[in-house]
């Protein structure tokens, strides 16, 4: 067997592994979001609808969601489980867990306008999951570059790259909560 005949059989199987994680990992949210088509191994953050990214972004049960993505992708137990895990392995998933916040509310800003394309946003969800808990997520989330359309778009311009990341970060709130005011608008 060549090289290249060994890759695509690690790719092919990488694609059932995926697969067969996000059938696990993606049944509480078929349980939430009944009237939604399939979640599967290709959902990405950004092809989520908005109500969606919204109970993600804010609400307690978005963040079990989340936790219960993960420990089911992972076929570790269910969101119920996440708190009960030994510190170690907690840690790791907590690490996890908080990178996929931050680009379930970086998709919040995007759709407002406030934010180019995040980093990470065309890799599906539960590719990223299985990614980081055999890599380890980065240490530190770039946070994507601000839009004109931000409000605080001429403040950001004055500001150092460090106070950029944190101007960013105060802005999620507010953010959230427009987010949540727009969608709702339009439910």
Excluded at 22 to 51: C, H, I, M, V
Excluded at 125 to 153: C, D, K, N, Q, W
Aim: net charge negative; charged share 30%; hydrophobic share 40%.
């Amino acid at each position: 067997m060549n090289r290249n005949q060994r890759m695509n059989k690690v790719v092919y199987l990488e694609n059932i592994k995926d697969r067969k994680a996000a059938r696990r990992g993606f049944q509480e949210w078929q349980r939430y979001f009944p009237s939604l088509p399939s979640f599967n191994e290709t959902t990405r953050f950004k092809d989520l609808p908005d109500e969606v990214i919204s109970f993600l972004a804010e609400d307690e049960g978005g963040r079990y969601l989340l936790q219960d993505l993960i420990m089911r992708a992972l076929d570790l137990g269910i969101g119920a489980d996440f708190p009960d895990l030994p510190p170690t392995e907690l840690n790791a998933l907590l690490d996890l867990f908080f990178v996929l916040m931050d680009l379930v509310r970086f998709e919040c800003m995007r759709r407002l306008g406030w934010l180019e394309e995040p980093l990470l946003s065309t890799e599906p969800i539960v590719t990223m999951i299985r990614r980081f808990h055999r890599e380890g997520p980065p240490p530190l989330l770039e946070v994507p570059r601000i839009a004109s359309g931000h409000p605080g778009y001429e403040e950001y311009l004055q500001l150092t790259p460090m106070d950029q990341q944190a101007f960013l970060r105060r802005s999620i709130p507010r953010a959230v909560a427009l987010f949540k005011e727009k969608i709702g608008h339009h439910a």
